[in-house]
């Protein structure tokens, strides 16, 4: 689903224009910004306290077998 946001400013200018033009796609919706009041972000670091991991499988512990042929002397 893709969603064609319109800033409120703008609602009585583009909506309809908006509606007409991806009538045919159903894939997209048209909806007005209807958000009020502040950012809730303003003001803190991007990122937060996320943590990185790496997630891949540990490598199995121990030491494993020569692989080198036997000399055939």
Same mark, same amino acid.
């Given at each position: 689903m893709?969603?064609?946001v319109i800033p409120r400013e703008l609602e009585d200018e583009l909506y309809e224009k908006m509606v007409e033009y991806y009538k045919?796609? *159903?894939?997209v919706?048209?909806?007005v910004d209807r958000?009020?009041?502040?950012?809730?972000r303003h003001g803190r670091q991007k990122g937060?306290? =996320?943590e990185i991991?790496? =997630?891949?499988?540990?490598?199995a512990a121990g030491t494993f077998p020569s692989t080198d *042929? *036997?000399?055939n002397a």
């Open positions: 893709i969603y064609c045919d796609n *159903p894939h919706t048209v909806i958000r009020e009041g502040e950012d809730r937060g306290k =996320r991991r790496d =997630r891949r499988r540990a490598r *042929p *036997p000399d």
